[in-house]
């Protein structure tokens, strides 16, 4: 892959005009037209993306993986994630857009968040004709409501409709998985807003201990439920968010290794040489190589 560019091209929706709707719904086949070449060409976006591919397919590429598209596979596409589509400007489907601020940061919205669109095991499934009737339903509740643009309340029931879909697709999402994970005790809960402080923070340094101050718990509870909810450290966790950020910067920029060092929070570019090396057993160099 040609890495001539020197950072990944983002998009946004509405970032001027905070006042608008921060909802978008399109015909998937109307936006890839539109769209052209720039959404095959490996991009993020500061929003949140659901993807409903009408028809088997084709393949769609996220971060570092490349998904067989197959009948009405469903997407999801979180904030920062590089991804791109294929060539195919005729693909039948629904897209839907929304931003951070779209979530209403209740109990429910900071697990769909962290469970629905930040499965990096499996954020691509096919859904049966049942499912496809419930979702396709709530898009034509949606579809109606964006018609009222303007309306008493209107921006609420696009929120809700919203929600009560990804609430029904994260139940068809937990039929295949093998650990359920459901809102029922406070570890669950201390345990998706310790990763949205990682997301917030890691390029800070911060310590365990300083997550764990802003959670009000010990850094000893912290372990324990991070332990318990995934099986991993607190700081296991921490690590693999600027891994994976260095890796999206060597795979698809042109970086220097020291730039991609300090961008990611690292004053010492062969500090970050040997934390590379050492979390994922090659050099930067190296990975960037194979990975072209």
């Not at 929600?163 to 650990?179: F, G, S, V």
Request: charged share 25%.
């Amino acid at each position: 892959m040609p890495k001539s560019n020197s950072k990944i091209e983002q998009y946004h929706l509405h970032k001027l005009h905070p006042e608008m709707l921060q909802f978008e719904l399109y015909s998937l086949k109307e936006y890839r037209k539109k769209s052209g070449e720039k959404a095959a060409i490996p991009h993020s976006h500061s929003y949140y993306q659901i993807i409903w591919f009408f028809n088997g397919g084709g393949t769609h590429t996220v971060d570092f993986k490349t998904y067989e598209i197959k009948d009405n596979t469903i997407l999801f596409i979180t904030k920062d994630q590089i991804h791109s589509f294929d060539d195919d400007l005729e693909i039948e489907g629904w897209l839907i857009h929304f931003n951070e601020s779209f979530f209403m940061h209740s109990d429910v919205d900071i697990f769909l968040k962290y469970n629905l669109f930040n499965s990096q095991q499996n954020p691509c499934y096919p859904i049966n004709n049942d499912s496809c009737d419930v979702v396709n339903n709530y898009i034509k509740l949606i579809k109606k409501e964006l018609d009222k643009r303007g309306s008493f309340g209107y921006e609420d029931v696009v929120r809700f409709l919203l929600k009560a879909m990804l609430i029904n697709l994260e139940r068809i999402h937990q039929k295949d998985a093998t650990k359920k994970i459901e809102l029922n005790s406070q570890y669950e809960l201390q345990f998706f807003k310790y990763k949205e402080l990682i997301e917030a923070h890691y390029k800070d340094g911060f310590s365990v201990n300083y997550y764990a101050d802003l959670l009000h718990i010990s850094s000893k509870t912290l372990t324990t439920i991070t332990k318990n909810i995934i099986g991993k450290s607190p700081s296991q966790l921490i690590a693999e968010r600027i891994i994976l950020e260095a890796k999206r910067l060597l795979r698809f920029t042109s970086l220097q290794i020291g730039e991609i060092a300090f961008k990611i929070g690292f004053d010492d570019a062969s500090y970050f040489v040997k934390y590379f090396k050492r979390h994922v057993g090659s050099s930067p160099k190296s990975y960037r190589e194979a990975s072209s």
